[in-house]
């Protein structure tokens, strides 16, 4: 199985529960692997592989959606890569929240979502 990595990608993004998340923003830090298996080996042209630039553009836009829940970006975005890329056969995803609302806290908080093509019925 072939994997591709999209690591540390960086968004400051108005995603969180609280108003002042939605007015002032967080940064963000978004990790992605996609695993298939191609139908050539090697792969030598991009139609073979899955397009990392097409990726981070579809996560680059989900960014800029204001929502509460990381959870609910990850679920959205896992679905939009199985729908864009047909040959994607598992997603893992994390996203952190660099500096979360938190008195007194040092560190992130985040979420991450794995899931095999087959686990989910796509629309």
Do not use: W
Request: a negative charge; glycine letters at 4%.
């Amino acid at each position: 199985m072939l994997a591709i990595h999209l690591q540390q990608l960086k968004f400051h993004s108005f995603h969180g529960l609280y108003a002042e998340e939605t007015i002032v923003g967080n940064d963000f830090e978004v990790n992605i692997t996609i695993k298939f298996h191609p139908k050539e080996i090697p792969c030598t042209a991009i139609q073979q592989t899955i397009d990392y630039v097409a990726v981070y553009e579809l996560v680059r836009e989900r960014m800029l959606i204001p929502t509460p829940l990381l959870e609910t970006i990850a679920t959205d975005l896992v679905l939009a890569i199985f729908h864009q890329h047909p040959i994607a056969e598992e997603v893992m995803i994390s996203i952190k929240k660099m500096n979360p609302p938190i008195q007194n806290f040092e560190g992130t908080v985040g979420v991450s979502l794995e899931f095999k093509r087959s686990d989910i019925l796509l629309r």
